[in-house]
């Protein structure tokens, strides 16, 4: 019987660890901004356009235009043969966070628990241009 409880005591000690080092994981801005690129183009992919649209902005940035979250989600396509991301600091902007996939840059802002997407473009980042 004390074998039981020894199981029971070490089972609960791992799901405490583990649930500390889940919360100290999500809340590292590289980690979430990461997740929250790819739960956008993972919902596009699905054609969840709804759960995409959770991770944007009410104002998205694209291609010179300034875009409701419908409109974006519209007329964004996705590149037909996605590539390695790289997470960073947006050099324009220190509190807002870049994902950087090919030649794309896709900008985000902390709203809250979540990052959501408020730019895309080519090249740097144009946060220090916009009026945010």
Known sequence: MKNGKWWVLGLFAIGSAAGVFAVTYWKNPENSVRWSFTQIQTSLVREKKES?????APRVRWKGKDLSAAEFIAAYTQPPDPDVIQT???PAQPT???VTMKADVFCFIQDK????LHSVG???CDCA???R
């Open 96 to 98: 807002h966070w870049v």
């Open 52 to 56: 995409a649209a959770r991770f944007l």
């Open 88 to 90: 960073a600091p947006c």
């Open 129 to 131: 241009t916009q009026a």
């Open 113 to 116: 628990n979540l990052w959501r």
């Open 122 to 124: 080519t090249g740097a």
